[in-house]
């Protein structure tokens, strides 16, 4: 960097204006000059192209300040690195946090352009999965929000995450084509580009008298090529970037295979580079999957990391203050190897002595966990990490030399702690524990609910704790409100703000004051008047999309996540199939009319996720067809789960489903949005719902089921499920029919083996709290046959949910961990 001109010295641009009127002029020079299209033939993607620019370049001005300043001021910098960010469509975000949607809307009306229309066709950004992304997401907004210098990193995914389609029922994975025709928002920084090593050997160099130095000769390598995306805080205070690295071959094409007529051998290079970035979590149930997960970690590490060494340099001569000057937040382990990877880069790149190096490491990184499940905390076979990384095996193997002999000489630890802290797992194959080198190699590792933070103590890392009895911190998950009220709920925004004035924009505590409207009959009413609105466009949703009817005065039972056996949508697809039964038996009962609508998407290799999906179509057709039914229950599963359709389906949620195995879930948001956009939650003690029961009131929200506590003890004592069933007439006739058939006639066996695992072991519980939860279900139908009772308890969910705020999780990173 040239330092002779401070980027504070240079003549700024004078601010744009917001009169509708110049910003319609601005949407047409853009469309004429910038797309090449004249007015009279745009189409609508031509017309959101253009808007974007003219918004995108209001964000660069307010980008170049924020970054000028931070150099000016020399503040540290937060780097947030995680494998995914679900972002969601960008447009609305940007208008509405610059303030400028009431503007931009009357510019496009002017022309003849409607804004929903065109925001409508914006692809939606497929760079994650479920919770661990979109909590990324809102926290790139949030760090904007309230100012903290920050850079996202993560990879730019070609196709990302499948795209969702079913074929009878059962999910077909297709590449999501976000990126066909190029992403306005983005922008390519050829200048910071890094090179990436794979495999080769490691030399050892120097003479006889002075310490060994290592030169890493890497076999393969490849370009990490930066793309920036503004995020844009509220009121456009700050402007933060998202870095996403693609992969580029050193060599596109070898022309003398070329030439010698290997056509497709030429290519090989340019095929194995872009391998890296086309899809998020390629399936690694084969060794060839599980190396390519294992590459796009370490690229995008390896690329980050260097980035944010050149980035420091520009400003200070050497790395001593590093960690005073950066804080690197790991979100989970996918990033766990930038801990080997930044004590290579001072020791063998920048000459660092390895003592000093790993002080500086530990210092600068955090760590968070979002699991307790063991397989979600990833570890890799030690000859496969050895062959492609095998610089950081010697360096992971240093590591643990040094914990494991500080552990024993200073902790006394014994063989059985050793064996349960050091990095390498030696229970079968050897394997390199990416969770325990997390936790070493971070001076912070903090769960995301204080449920999940007392388990990671109790068990996954108890003995770790007991070496580092400090580093073990709770930051309680939390969701922007921006997305997620103000800009998927308008109806509910204007009703609040009409109520208590609209201070709660900018800090959603202050919708504390909406308690004093929970019994006012008259604001429930229109509270009630809201929530149909929305499930009036919801359903119209589900019709188009899908030819089912639903009826918007039906209470809206609704569980969105991703489908795994621990958030056990398998319950709720057999309280359905009971309650069908129940329905039809007892046609004479006074039956609340649900809909029952479920969405997510299943790993590809997750045999008995993918399972459940076609249950609950299967399930579906049978019960949507059966006139006996008298549409009193709907069973809906609308496929390809995304950010822009959460935002359709969360305000029209009347029930929220958080029914996870109590020890299993570490967070959830989802569980955030639904109370705060006036849904009442049935769910059990886990994960975040503990803090939401204390914050909304016990009353105010349906609880059931065994707690974390009683789910270890169940099953230390031994779980009898057979017992269970046997003794539950609902369950075992629901179980039974499923088993048999009924909803596959077509393959009268296809859910034995699904149905098998509840009655020989049911490690999820299914049958252990489907009484509990059944029950929970009736409770729900009192509450909601009384309107008035339903409505002062959901209107509470909304006007106590405003601690959940991302805001207030960021600001307890900021004083806690990052001290930014």
């Not at 001005?61 to 937060?78: H, I, L």
């Not at 950066?326 to 979100?331: A, T």
């Not at 999940?452 to 890392?461: A, I, Q, Y």
């Not at 006639?745 to 490690?763: K, M, V």
Request: net charge negative; proline share 4%.
């Amino acid at each position: 960097m040239n330092n002779s001109v401070s980027p504070v010295d240079i003549p700024q641009p004078a601010p744009r204006s917001s009169n509708p009127e110049i910003m319609a002029e601005e949407i047409i020079e853009r469309l004429t000059y910038r797309i090449g299209k004249d007015a009279k033939v745009a189409k609508p993607h031509d017309w959101l192209t253009a808007t974007i620019l003219v918004v995108r370049d209001r964000i660069i001005d307010r980008w170049m300040e924020s970054t000028r300043k931070v150099y000016a001021t020399g503040d540290k910098r937060v780097y947030y690195l995680s494998l995914e960010f679900l972002i969601g469509r960008l447009m609305r975000d940007a208008v509405s946090n610059l303030g400028l949607m009431e503007e931009i809307t009357d510019a496009l009306t002017s022309l003849g352009v409607d804004i929903n229309v065109i925001a409508g066709l914006e692809p939606d950004a497929a760079l994650g999965n479920g919770g661990l992304g979109r909590l990324a997401a809102c926290f790139m907004e949030s760090m904007a929000t309230v100012e903290i210098p920050a850079y996202g990193y993560g990879i730019r995914y070609v196709h990302g995450l499948f795209r969702q389609q079913m074929a009878d029922g059962w999910q077909v994975e297709l590449p999501e084509t976000w990126l066909a025709h190029g992403n306005p928002w983005e922008f390519e920084r050829r200048e910071s580009s890094y090179e990436i090593g794979y495999g080769g050997s490691v030399e050892s160099v120097g003479g006889y008298d002075e310490p060994p130095r290592y030169v890493w000769k890497p076999a393969e390598r490849v370009i990490a090529m930066a793309y920036d995306t503004p995020i844009v805080g509220w009121r456009g205070k700050r402007v933060n970037t998202l870095r996403l690295w693609s992969a580029q071959p050193i060599d596109p094409i070898l022309l003398d295979a070329f030439n010698a007529g290997d056509h497709i051998g030429a290519l090989r290079e340019s095929n194995k580079a872009e391998a890296l970035t086309r899809v998020l979590y390629p399936a690694d149930a084969n060794p060839a999957g599980q190396e390519l997960r294992l590459r796009q970690e370490y690229f995008f590490s390896s690329a980050s990391l260097q980035d944010i060494l050149r980035r420091h340099l520009q400003q200070y001569p050497d790395f001593t203050n590093l960690h005073e000057k950066v804080s690197i937040q790991l979100n989970d382990t996918h990033p766990a190897v930038s801990i080997a990877e930044l004590i290579r880069l001072l020791v063998d790149v920048h000459g660092m002595d390895m003592d000093e190096a790993w002080e500086i490491t530990r210092q600068t990184f955090s760590y968070t966990n979002h699991t307790l499940l063991p397989e979600a905390l990833e570890s890799w076979p030690v000859p496969l990490f050895e062959r492609l990384l095998p610089r950081l095996m010697q360096i992971v193997y240093a590591i643990n030399t040094k914990i494991l002999l500080d552990a024993r000489k200073e902790k006394k630890f014994s063989d059985s702690q050793i064996r349960s802290i050091s990095l390498i797992d030696e229970n079968g194959d050897r394997r390199v524990r990416m969770g325990n080198l997390a936790f070493v190699g971070s001076h912070s590792i903090n769960g995301v609910s204080a449920l999940h933070t007392d388990l990671m103590k109790e068990t996954v890392f108890a003995d770790l704790h007991a070496l580092y009895p400090k580093r073990i911190n709770n930051k309680t998950n939390g969701i922007t409100p921006r997305r997620w009220l103000m800009q998927c709920n308008p109806g509910l925004t204007s009703l609040i703000r009409e109520a208590i004035g609209d201070s709660f924009e900018d800090d959603t505590q202050a919708l504390k004051a909406l308690d004093a409207f929970a019994d006012d009959k008259s604001f429930q009413e229109k509270f009630a008047a809201v929530k149909r609105a929305n499930k009036v466009k919801l359903a119209n949703l589900v019709g188009s999309r899908m030819g089912i009817r639903l009826d918007p005065s039906a209470m809206f039972d609704i569980q969105i996540k991703r489908i795994h056996e621990y958030k056990r949508q398998l319950l709720n697809i057999v309280e359905a199939v009971a309650l069908y039964d129940q329905i039809r038996s007892h046609p004479e009962l006074d039956w609340v009319p649900r809909v029952k609508l479920f969405a997510g998407k299943a790993a590809p290799s997750y045999h008995n996720a993918k399972l459940i999906i076609k249950l609950a179509n299967d399930v579906a057709r049978v019960i949507n067809n059966d006139p006996a039914v008298r549409g009193l229950l709907k069973v809906v599963f609308v496929p390809n789960y995304n950010v822009t359709l959460a935002e359709t389906i969360v305000p029209a949620a009347d029930l929220s489903e958080q029914i996870s195995t109590a020890g299993m879930e570490a967070s959830g948001t989802g569980n955030m949005k639904f109370a705060l956009n006036g849904a009442l939650t049935i769910g059990t003690l886990d994960g975040a719902n503990v803090e939401m029961r204390d914050h909304v009131g016990a009353d105010n929200i349906v609880i059931f089921g065994m707690t974390a506590e009683e789910v270890a003890r169940v099953r230390a004592d031994g779980h009898e499920p057979r017992a269970i069933i046997a003794a539950s007439r609902e369950l075992s006739q629901a179980l039974a029919a499923i088993a048999s058939g009924v909803f596959s006639p077509d393959d009268r066996s296809r859910f034995a083996e699904l149905i098998d695992g509840i009655y020989n072991h049911d490690w999820f519980l299914v049958a252990g709290d489907f009484d509990s939860y059944a029950n929970a279900q009736r409770q729900v139908d009192q509450i909601w046959t009384d309107q008035t009772l339903w409505y002062s308890k959901t209107i509470r969910n909304t006007a106590r949910m405003g601690w959940f705020s991302s805001d207030r999780t960021i600001r307890q990173y900021a004083t806690e961990i990052w001290r930014a």
